[in-house]
């Protein structure tokens, strides 16, 4: 699929891709979720599709609160507080023990909570909102929610292809 350039496929980008991956994440045996057996976020690291799903629900989080504070004219620290650009690694691992606690299917709950919340916020913004004006640096909002939605969905989904495959699952 091409990258999103206006509201409208960004909204399809999104639902194909998380529809995909749900697809991918339903068919997964609960026991197999919290092994680590994925390249993690961090060079030589392993990950669990746990994990997985929680960094997803944690960069999903962190574009609702981005829009939150921007919405009420407050300073938003660039990915998130005390974490630079060229720490997401350590922003990932923060993510897995933020969710420690979460069984898969409470995740995938949270997943589909944060998801629906950002098609909501999608859906309230006009597409000049979008697409039209610098929202972070030179990047649009639809470029940085695209960036950490609909991308990572099929990124995940192909891991978790990749995964199955090995694993020999259907």
Do not use: C, R
């Given at each position: 699929m091409a990258i999103p350039k206006?509201?409208?496929?960004?909204?399809?980008?999104?639902a194909d891709n998380y529809k995909k991956l749900t697809s991918e994440l339903s068919t997964i045996p609960t026991d197999l979720t919290t092994i680590k057996e994925l390249e993690g976020h961090s060079k030589n690291t392993l990950?669990?599709?746990?994990?997985?799903?929680?960094?997803?629900?944690?960069?999903?989080?962190?574009?609702?609160?981005?829009?939150?504070?921007?919405?009420?004219?407050?300073?938003v620290d660039f990915p998130e507080t005390g974490f630079k650009?060229?720490?997401?690694?350590?922003?990932?691992?923060?993510?897995?023990?933020?969710?420690?606690?979460?069984?898969?299917?409470?995740?995938?709950?949270?997943?589909?909570?944060?998801t629906n919340e950002i098609l909501n916020l999608i859906e309230s913004k006009t597409n000049k909102e979008l697409y039209e004006v610098a929202?972070?640096?030179?990047?649009?909002?639809?470029k940085m929610i695209q960036l950490n939605?609909?991308?990572?969905?099929k990124n995940a989904k192909d891991r978790i292809r990749k995964w199955k495959k090995v694993?020999?699952?259907k």
């Open positions: 206006d509201k409208e496929e960004l909204v399809k980008a999104i990950m669990s599709i746990k994990d997985l799903v929680a960094h997803l629900v944690g960069w999903g989080q962190l574009v609702l609160k981005w829009n939150d504070k921007k919405s009420k004219g407050l300073a650009w060229n720490e997401l690694g350590l922003l990932a691992q923060k993510f897995y023990k933020d969710y420690e606690k979460d069984d898969f299917e409470t995740l995938n709950k949270k997943l589909d909570k944060t929202w972070y640096d030179k990047w649009t909002f639809g939605t609909s991308s990572p969905f694993k020999q699952l």
